[in-house]
């Protein structure tokens, strides 16, 4: 799959923009806070309806505007398509492909396949559950509808039944209604669940390989999936919990307390593990990521890197770009000397200045 242009009107500082992207690797380069990182969470939001940052659509449009366009054309197998969004302040986006208007957001999802690589993904070892719930989520969520499907129907139901557990101070008799909201949650739950699993499987028997030869033959990496509850003990679960629940008005049983550990050489590095053992663990991921959509879509993906090479050492580097020359790439740096040290084949370069971009080839 290829991009082979984007076009902005009113998105972040970006008042109007258009690029042609070559099939190979492009290069966004300048200072800080000039708009780089603007162009792939545009690019982003046009794959996965949603902003990288976790940014609402309010907050990604011009501030002095109430709406903001992204057009993105793309080549996928022998089809182009075009994929326009449209982002207004008061009300849900439109989107429509190739003229078609969605009816759903959630049908764009699998259409342009990315892999976001920043330098806070390399914390992800290290930081909370929620951010590793989030990764394993949004790459399930464009390789598998159905898993996207029960996600959305799961987190309304938990938004309900918190709710319901919140208003039981007033209205105690809500008590009898929560077992509805419950048999819900336990349907979608262990959908999620058992999806997860699967995904994990899937994930080590690709991560294993890449891990042991980015850490020099040294390291084991296993990925293990943490559930909060088994599929079979998720009803009894949220039955024993339930004073609990009440207590803190808040549901603390299911697949939204979920997590994921990082296994290196029989040692949980979240804990105990180095931060060049938690970082060289989270760039096999990513890399491990790109793999897995090849396998699943049997189609590359686009990869995208804001300013993470320079959160790399050398030897990291050289790994990653050379594990990234079969798919088009589209990168983000404050300079050009660190892929000429590197020798690098750069097939476009565009340079960045406050909410300007030139192609320099």
Not at 177 to 199: E, S
Not at 287 to 298: H, P, R
Request: net charge neutral; glycine share 6%.
């Amino acid at each position: 799959m290829i991009i082979k242009s984007l076009e902005l009107e009113n998105f972040r500082n970006y008042d109007s923009l258009s690029l042609n992207f070559d099939y190979g690797t492009n290069i966004l380069y300048g200072d800080n806070a000039q708009g780089k990182t603007n162009v792939l969470e545009a690019i982003y939001v046009s794959s996965t309806t949603k902003s990288h940052k976790g940014s609402k659509d309010k907050d990604i449009i011009h501030f002095d505007k109430e709406e903001a366009h992204i057009k993105t054309f793309l080549l996928k197998g022998n089809m182009e398509y075009r994929v326009d969004m449209h982002l207004r302040k008061n009300k849900s986006k439109g989107i429509a492909i190739n003229g078609q208007k969605l009816k759903k957001a959630a049908e764009l999802l699998g259409l342009i396949n990315v892999v976001f690589f920043s330098p806070e993904d390399l914390s992800i070892i290290k930081s909370g559950p929620a951010n590793r719930r989030s990764f394993v989520d949004m790459e399930l969520c464009q390789l598998d509808k159905y898993y996207l499907y029960n996600l959305n129907q799961y987190n309304k139901i938990i938004n309900q039944r918190n709710k319901l557990l919140k208003d039981f101070y007033f209205n105690p008799e809500l008590k009898d209604t929560i077992t509805i909201w419950d048999n819900q949650l336990v349907t979608y739950g262990n959908q999620i669940i058992q999806a997860r699993y699967k995904f994990v499987d899937k994930l080590n028997e690709i991560i294993k390989e890449i891990h042991f030869n980015l850490s020099g033959g040294r390291e084991n990496l296993l990925v293990v999936y943490e559930p909060d509850t088994s599929c079979e003990d998720f009803e009894k679960n949220l039955s024993r919990n339930m004073d609990k629940d009440i207590k803190s008005k808040f549901t603390g049983v299911g697949p939204h307390r979920d997590d994921f550990s990082f296994i290196v050489n029989g040692v949980d590095i979240r804990k105990f593990g180095s931060q060049g053992q938690q970082r060289t663990a989270a760039l096999s991921l990513k890399l491990a990521e790109i793999e897995l959509v090849k396998q699943i879509t049997k189609d590359t993906p686009v990869l995208l890197l804001d300013d993470v090479l320079s959160e790399l050492d050398s030897n990291r580097q050289n790994y990653l770009l050379k594990s990234i020359g079969d798919i088009q790439t589209i990168i983000t740096c404050t300079g050009l000397d660190e892929f000429v040290n590197n020798r690098f084949e750069i097939n476009k370069v565009f340079r960045v200045v406050n909410g300007a971009i030139e192609s320099e080839n």
